[in-house]
């Protein structure tokens, strides 16, 4: 993996700017493993791609992470933070995408762990559990119930919470959930934790700081935008606190 330059992060902050989530998290990662090829990217088990974006995170940002949670009963904010290392499974122990067998009850399933090509075919606002279900069967490569082959369509909605169970133990790491309590009410809920958002924050500041400095250096001395770039965040300072 790269540490990212002053100029990828901007690039890579023009192009996730209008993308999906599910691109943006692609034009992170292909940018700080350029030797990997986007399609290899793309078909990363979700658990392993957010093991990768977890990895730039700190790399290029640190490992601290904070936020604000709401109390779902009585609307209290909590401020939280951690360190990417508390929820972060390594990722030696990533698992591969399969194909992996599973045999449930009387049925017999041929599945791979959900990618980035399966989370950008979800429609986005649709039905929550029905988008899920959809997902899954996009994963099921073979059915077999005593034997004879169906649609992975007709699985059962039990069978296909059986396998959702074992891609979870397969991939730990694609879904994180944060353990909330309420200091006020005592109330206690989970929250998904998204790296992707704290990683897209990241970018977003050093972009509009990079920006703003170019905008500084280029009025106080005629410097191009490239020039500007080139030099060093030591440089830049001094230049900018010279002109200040
Ligand atoms: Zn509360």
New binding site residues.
């Given amino acids: 993996m790269r540490i990212l330059s002053d100029h990828e992060v901007l690039r890579t902050w023009e192009t996730g700017l209008t993308q999906h989530p599910v691109d943006r998290a692609l034009t992170i990662l292909a940018t700080a493993f350029p030797g990997t090829g986007r399609d290899s990217l793309a078909s990363m088990s979700v658990g392993q791609r957010d093991g990768y974006l977890m990895d730039v995170r700190e790399a290029n940002f640190g490992s601290g992470v904070s936020g604000v949670a709401e ?1 779902p ?2 609307g ?1 904010l909590l401020e939280w933070s951690l360190d990417l290392g508390e929820i972060w499974s390594p990722l030696e122990n990533a698992s591969e995408g399969g194909p992996n067998r599973l045999t449930l009850q009387e049925y017999e399933l041929l599945y791979r762990l959900p990618d980035s090509t399966d989370l950008a075919a979800i429609v986005p606002g649709g039905d929550v559990a029905r988008g899920r279900a959809a997902l899954l069967r996009r994963c099921v490569l073979e059915a077999r119930r005593e034997g004879v082959e169906i649609e992975p369509i007709s699985l059962p909605e039990e069978i296909i919470l059986g396998m959702a169970a074992e891609m979870e133990a397969r991939d730990p790491q694609a879904e994180t959930l944060l353990d909330f309590e ?1 200091p ?2 005592g ?1 206690r809920w989970q929250a998904l934790f998204d790296i992707l958002e704290f990683l897209w924050i990241e970018v977003q500041a050093r972009a509009r700081r990079l920006l703003g400095e170019v905008h500084d250096l280029a009025r106080a001395y005629g410097w191009s935008e490239a020039a500007i770039l080139e030099m060093s965040p030591v440089r830049r300072r001094f230049y900018l606190e010279a002109g200040a």
Avoid: G, K, R
């Fill in positions: 109390c009963q009585c209290e309420c006020e009410c109330a």
